[in-house]
């Protein structure tokens, strides 16, 4: 048996009153989903453990089937991994966005304006020319998101997530350091520097980026400008198994998506990284290209991660209908697609579907509740759920699972 997820970033949302009073979900056009949800099993899957926040980072790495409190160590670190970048034993990677601060003193969105790659190396590279030193350095990610890395920087910091305060004062936001030290996969280091002086230098760089930012001529006549770093999610480099070694039954995968993060997971799980043209994590990515992308690996391997970013970036922007459209892409374009291919093969594949985390409109943010799933394959014994949503599958024969029991599951098939 083969198995493929596909996952829908932020898919999952809240009930709406411009729709009536239905999710998203319920008010898209999604026959493909509908349709394994009638024929397969469904529930609702816990994808963010107690003390957690909601981020992708641990919501992905959960669905996986990875207890978050022996490997967490940040978004930063996974996101080294994809670039290519090797962390020493003393960095501190941090994820760095360069995002748009109003003339209001808030935070007025978590990309700048969605940057393109391009722009982003040019704004980066200018910053790591004035900003970088000996224990400071600034390397280039994809679109708005990049990566910092403190030499000796110490993670029992807190830092407030950009995508997570839209219009929010940003000074309220800076770093500080954490209230309580957590435990985390790297001993503590006494060469390290302290929790308060890692804030304060974070806090030196955000502000002098303000000051080289507003002088770029790339922000000359910009209606939105990329006009100030801000870095999170910092950790040291994690101890992970592979899903080989969790799962032995699996010999081979790889993971498909446009985002750091995710190629990161996948990098320390094991997994052949899969880059597709034109994927770019937002509206406009490579659909088909995906697809393709996703059914060829699965002839040749035992396991898929598609991961698709579409829904989650418009529900941080709040835009209702660019998230319907995002999500009636991801069951025209990318569901469809597959299940119509697999269908006519011999060897039996299992295909499941589901979001990391709800991303609502009306919040714009990650919210930590459970998120709707579909598992189906030939002969599977189905439930009497006929649509795929939040409310549905609620009653779904799976009922309501946690964690790292997802995966489990879905490895017992």
């Known amino acids: 048996m083969k198995h493929i997820i596909i996952l829908g970033d932020g898919m999952a949302d809240h009930p709406v009153a411009r729709l009536g009073g239905k999710t998203l979900l319920q008010y898209a056009h999604t ?32 669905i996986l089937g990875y207890d978050l409190n022996k490997v967490y160590e940040g978004r930063g670190p996974l996101e080294a991994a994809s670039i290519g970048y090797e962390m020493a034993p003393d960095d501190l990677a941090l994820r760095c966005n360069i995002i ?33 030193s000996d224990r400071v350095r600034f390397i280039t990610g994809i679109q708005y998101r990049h990566l910092l890395i403190v030499r000796g920087g110490n993670k029992h910091i807190d830092c407030a997530p950009p995508h997570d305060h839209p219009g929010e004062p940003w000074r309220q936001l800076l770093v500080h350091p954490a209230a309580t030290v957590g435990s985390g996969s790297a001993a503590a280091n006494t060469s390290r520097m302290t929790p ?45 198994q592979t899903l080989q070694q969790l799962f032995p039954q699996m010999k081979t995968g790889s993971v498909i998506s446009a985002v750091d993060l995710i190629r990161g997971i996948g990098h320390y799980a094991g997994l052949d990284i899969i880059k597709v043209a034109g994927a770019t994590g937002l509206s406009d990515t490579n659909y088909e290209g995906k697809a393709e992308a996703a059914l060829r690996a699965l002839s040749e391997q035992d396991f898929v991660f598609l991961h698709i970013e579409a829904s989650d970036e418009a529900g941080h ?13 991801l069951d025209s374009r990318i569901v469809g697609p597959i299940c119509e291919a697999t269908s006519r093969w011999e060897e039996p594949v299992c295909i499941a579907v589901l979001p990391d985390h709800p991303t609502p409109v009306e919040v714009r943010t990650h919210v930590s509740e459970p998120v709707p799933f579909i598992i189906y394959y030939k002969g599977i014994e189905p439930d009497a759920v006929e649509r795929y949503d939040e409310v549905s599958c609620v009653a779904g024969g799976y009922g309501l699972l946690r964690l790292q029991e997802f995966m489990q599951t879905l490895m017992t098939i």
């Open 317 to 329: 922007d709040g835009d209702l209908d660019l998230k319907l459209k995002t999500i009636e892409n």
């Open 31 to 62: 026959p493909n989903m509908d349709r394994l949800a009638r024929m397969g099993r469904t529930g609702r899957l816990v994808t963010v453990p107690e003390g957690f926040q909601p981020g992708s980072e641990v919501a992905n790495t959960a």
């Open 100 to 132: 748009t601060l109003g003339d209001d003193g808030t935070i007025k969105n978590h990309h700048g304006g969605h940057l393109k790659t391009e722009e982003g190396d040019l704004l980066i590279r200018y910053l790591d020319e004035h900003l970088g």
């Open 196 to 240: 308060q002086q890692t804030a304060d230098l974070l806090n030196d760089l955000i502000i002098r980026s303000q000051q080289l930012l507003a002088q770029h001529p790339f922000n000359a006549g910009r209606a939105v400008k990329a006009n100030s770093i801000w870095p999170w999610g910092g950790g040291y480099r994690p101890q992970m």
